[in-house]
């Protein structure tokens, strides 16, 4: 299951920076400024999560349970609903999509809780 997190968080990795090509060289035209920076902004999330969930990858090494199993799912749903939120509606501005965007950001928050209370309901008596 580590595999499949270091995978998703490097193939989010590369997305990001295509995606974040692509708005700084084809959209930035064809965008207002605040869609910009709403893209921009789902480029940068993506970023910092897809090392998170790199991280992710490497802690369920060490901690293998289903605490770090499901702060890696929210991550990666965070991340869909979070960032791609964010471009869909910085593209299309349909404004249904911005009701989906703070559960994405819940997710990627519980994703880091999971994984707070994964790394330490797991303490062995000699790290206390």
């Known amino acids: 299951m580590k595999k499949n997190f270091l995978l998703h968080g490097a193939m989010f990795m590369a997305l990001a920076v ?4 692509v708005g700084s060289h084809a ?3 064809q965008l207002t400024e605040k869609s910009m920076h709403l893209f921009n902004l789902g480029v940068n999330y993506q970023v910092y999560h897809a090392i998170g969930l790199l991280t ?3 802690v369920f090494s060490q901690f293998p349970n289903k605490k770090t199993l ?5 991550m990666f749903a965070g991340i869909i609903s979070f960032s791609g ?3 869909f509606y910085a593209i299309t501005q349909q404004e249904w999509v911005r009701s989906i ?4 950001g819940l997710l990627l928050i519980s994703s ?3 994984l707070i ?6 303490q062995s008596d000699s790290d206390e």
């Open 27 to 29: 959209l930035s035209t």
């Open 70 to 74: 499901l702060a890696g799912w929210l």
């Open 112 to 114: 880091w809780l999971a």
């Open 56 to 58: 992710i990858g490497i």
């Open 101 to 104: 965007i703070p559960v994405g």
């Open 117 to 122: 209370w994964a790394i330490f309901s797991r």
């Open 18 to 21: 295509a995606l974040g090509a």
């Open 85 to 87: 939120g964010l471009y």
